[in-house]
């Protein structure tokens, strides 16, 4: 569980979604179900993968359950 925890805030990290997440009035209920969408999520591999790839990356991984929500707070 930590280390999916881990996971999402080095993706939240990579993508720049932090400051969106924190400017939204219900971004601590936001952050949790990111947070349990991550904690059940069964790519951790191919999320550890595409973090450790070199290179910058604007888009998120298609495989990621926390896709829709992190384009929406690059917008």
């Not at 790839?53 to 998120?60: M, V």
């Not at 990621?64 to 929500?69: A, E, P």
């Amino acid at each position: 569980m930590t280390h999916n925890i881990n996971l999402l805030d080095r993706m939240m990290a990579e993508l720049h979604v932090r400051d969106g997440l924190a400017s939204l009035p219900n971004g601590g209920k936001v952050l949790r179900q990111a947070a349990i969408r991550c904690i059940t999520c069964r790519q951790t591999d191919a999320c550890s993968a595409w973090l450790a790839a070199d290179g910058q990356r604007s888009k998120t991984p298609m495989f990621c359950g926390n896709r829709h929500l992190f384009e929406q707070l690059k917008l």
